[in-house]
């Protein structure tokens, strides 16, 4: 037992010892601080200015070519329904009746896309 007591104080002697040692020479050498803030912040800025250039334009060209065809979807119904109700003639009542119900929808539609689809309409009927 007394053996293990000496080995355990011997231990704790070097390592009080080698502790201090360090402390007195931590005083003397500075070692050099890097900073890496500034280079994650600039890679994380760049990372960002890809995203925003790359990434999100061809989220929105994605979305709006959906969203067009869902609208053309939406003026061909509207422009069928107009001419199933109203016949032919009635041009007037039939351009009204199609910009209503596409507001309904949340659709804002000029007259140029309506008169597309009607030409559609009528080149499909035509034999």
Known sequence: MKKILMILGSLMLVLLVSVSMAEG???????????????????????????????????QSRTTAQQQEMLRAAVSV???????????GAGKEKLMYVKGQLAKKGYKVDVDEIEAA??????ISTP
């Open 118 to 123: 009607v030409r559609e309409l009528t080149v």
């Open 25 to 59: 020479t931590a005083a003397y050498i500075e070692a050099p601080v890097i900073d890496l803030t500034p280079i994650f912040q600039a890679v994380l800025g760049i990372l960002a200015a890809l995203i925003t250039h790359k990434l999100i334009p061809w989220i």
């Open 78 to 88: 509207a422009v069928y329904a107009a001419e199933q109700l109203y016949g032919a």
